[in-house]
C-alpha cells in the first residue's frame, strides 16, 4: 500500500524558511510518469498548487505566484521529496499536503485526491 507522509515544524517564524519533507512508503518516487506535488489550504480559502517534481528528476514545475521563493527537490535514496519556502509571512499559515498527481496542476492532483496518492496534510502555522 502506498503512502505518503509529511512532516516539519508546525511553526515557524516571518522571514524564515519553511522546509517539509514528504515520505513515500510503497512504491518507489522515480516510477512511472507521475508529478510528486505540494499543495497547501490557508485557513478559509480553497487549496492551492505550490510545485512539483517529475519522477524523472528532470523537471520541476512551480507556480508562478511562488516561484522567486520556492524550491522542490528528492532524494531517491530515501524515496523523499521536499519542499522549501523563504521568507515566509503569516500568509503562508495553511495545511501542507504531498502528493502523486498525474499532471502538474491543482486539478490534476484533486482528481487524484485519495488514499495512496495524498497524504493527510501538516499544519504549519508563521508567526512570531
Known amino acids: 500500500q502506498v503512502q505518503l507522509l509529511e512532516s516539519g515544524p508546525g511553526l515557524v517564524k516571518p522571514s524564515q524558511t519553511l522546509s517539509l519533507t514528504c515520505t513515500v512508503s510503497g512504491d518507489p518516487i522515480t516510477a512511472d510518469n507521475d508529478y510528486w506535488s505540494w499543495i497547501r489550504q490557508p485557513p478559509e480559502k480553497g487549496m492551492e498548487w505550490m510545485g512539483a517534481i517529475h519522477s524523472s528528476g528532470v523537471a520541476t514545475y512551480y507556480n508562478p505566484s511562488h516561484k522567486r521563493r520556492i524550491s522542490i527537490s528528492r532524494d531517491t535514496s530515501k524515496n523523499q521529496f521536499f519542499l522549501h519556502l523563504n521568507f515566509v509571512t503569516p500568509e503562508d499559515t495553511a495545511v501542507y499536503y504531498c502528493?502523486?498527481?498525474?499532471?502538474?496542476?491543482?486539478?490534476?492532483?484533486?482528481?487524484?485526491?485519495?488514499?495512496?496518492?495524498w497524504g493527510q496534510g501538516t499544519q504549519v502555522t508563521v508567526s512570531s
Open positions: 502528493a502523486r498527481c498525474s499532471s502538474a496542476n491543482l486539478i490534476g492532483c484533486l482528481g487524484d485526491r485519495r488514499p495512496g496518492r
